[in-house]
């Protein structure tokens, strides 16, 4: 398996020359090879990241019945499709992170770096995209573009920690968040005494039991606050 790895954006190659070639592993390392190169162990103490967990804002009856339309409205687009990025974007990420108030001081949101995968075998071409943004240096969030199932979102952890090892506070927490959409996985990482990680448990809008839409932005709400107040 390999894979063709570049950033989005780039000036087109004179000649059509092929994009560099690497093994997909070394392009995308696994949580083990992102433990063993940055020394990170994980810390699965429950105390370790609570701020998934507890303390949660409560949501308004406008915000749960906004997160009840937006589940809707996008099981609807995606139903039979494969949304692309900005689809993606547009229809959930950029409302929960307004409603989250990642737009609005003291939060400045920029993007990083676009990275686009493509992995040739069985004589089939997948190609998937990884695009992040970070806000306030703190909070990285990671949103997988899939044109093929087989790119779910939970292998962008290890890229989200690699950029996350190179926050430029590394006395305070740092957040990511993974999705593509489908899901939702929050992150946290500590530099200082030693560095470590852990990981929330998935959140899924095919979850018909009840929105989980709801849990993401209590957290999403908790991580601001805990960011804008220069907390933790």
């Given amino acids: 398996m390999i894979a063709q790895v570049r950033p989005a954006g780039g000036t087109t190659v004179p000649g059509d020359e092929p ?5 997909i592993a070394e ?12 020394r ?3 810390n699965i ?7 998934w967990t507890q303390a949660l804002p409560e949501l308004t009856d406008s915000e ?6 937006l589940k809707e409205t996008y099981l609807y687009q995606s139903d039979g499709y494969i949304l692309t990025e900005s689809t993606v974007n547009l229809l959930l990420i950029s409302p929960l992170l ?5 737009f609005y001081p003291p939060f400045k949101i920029r993007s990083e770096l676009t990275v686009a995968i493509t992995v040739e075998e069985e004589e089939r071409i997948d190609r998937g995209r990884i695009d992040t943004l970070v806000i306030r240096s703190r909070f990285w969030l990671l949103l997988v573009e899939s044109k093929q199932t087989r790119f779910n979102f939970q292998a962008a952890v290890p890229q989200a920690l690699a950029y996350m090892m190179g926050a430029p506070e590394p ?3 740092v957040y990511g968040l993974v999705t593509n959409g489908d899901g939702f996985r929050f992150l946290k990482l500590l530099r200082t005494p030693e ?3 852990n990981l929330s448990e998935d959140f899924s809008l095919f979850s018909y039991r009840r929105n989980e839409l709801h849990d993401v932005l209590r957290i999403l709400k908790r991580i601001g606050g805990l960011i804008a107040e220069g907390g933790v």
């Fill in 64 to 69: 749960r019945r906004t997160l009840d339309s």
């Fill in 98 to 102: 307004q409603l989250a108030g990642f």
């Fill in 195 to 197: 560095s470590q990680y």
């Fill in 19 to 23: 994009l560099e070639t690497v093994a």
């Fill in 40 to 42: 990170l162990c994980r």
């Fill in 45 to 51: 103490a429950a105390d370790f990241f609570s701020e």
């Fill in 27 to 38: 392009a995308f390392a696994s949580v083990a090879e992102v433990e063993e190169r940055f």
């Fill in 171 to 173: 006395q305070r927490a």
